[in-house]
């Protein structure tokens, strides 16, 4: 198989990313050879952004939670805790936080760092209703990750790390991306949405042949 590089673009609060997630985990073990790049995308990069989209931060929570159930169904596990997160007394968490531990993991321990990061980050929200937007429990996910907390803590605090997430999201508007989860495969093949596991086996196989 020629080289085949998957750019996958998703957030970290990204309901549907969080299925999609799991899926390429499948696909790499399938396809080892395929290179999969993480790649930030912040659906509420600031406080504002809930403004915007629903008219008040306050006012998300219940149509984020409507989300929430069409991935559950999307997901292959069904691991959504959302009676849970109905529950949970903080407001809905931002992107910017969370996209920072991972790409700050990434550079600490390469992209698979940057994986067990953004899974471990999701896994708090999603499942255990924790808020992914406060630092202890990004400290803990990334301890629980094992990568080395130290090094990763210089890269989190650093103008570093926070252009490489600015430069995924100058990437976002190159590409033309709206939505995630979204797969771009060699620059110029893109798959959106969180798509079964034996269409994305399908796509790379295609790429490859034209490719070749």
Known sequence: MNKITIEFFHDVICSFCFPMSYRMRKLFELMPEVEIVHRSFALV?????????????????????THWSQANFNDDLHRFNIAGMKKADFPFPTSMKGLLACKAAGLTAGQGGYWDVFDAIQNALFVENRNVEDQSVIDDCVRASGIDFDTWQRHYQSQETLDAVENDLQLVKEYQITSVPTLVINGKHRINGAQPLSRLVKA???VAAEDK
């Not at 504002?48 to 939670?65: C, W």
């Open 204 to 206: 790379v196989q295609d």
């Open 45 to 65: 990069k600031t406080e504002a952004d809930f403004d915007a989209m629903f008219g008040s931060r306050a006012k998300a929570k219940d149509e984020i939670l």
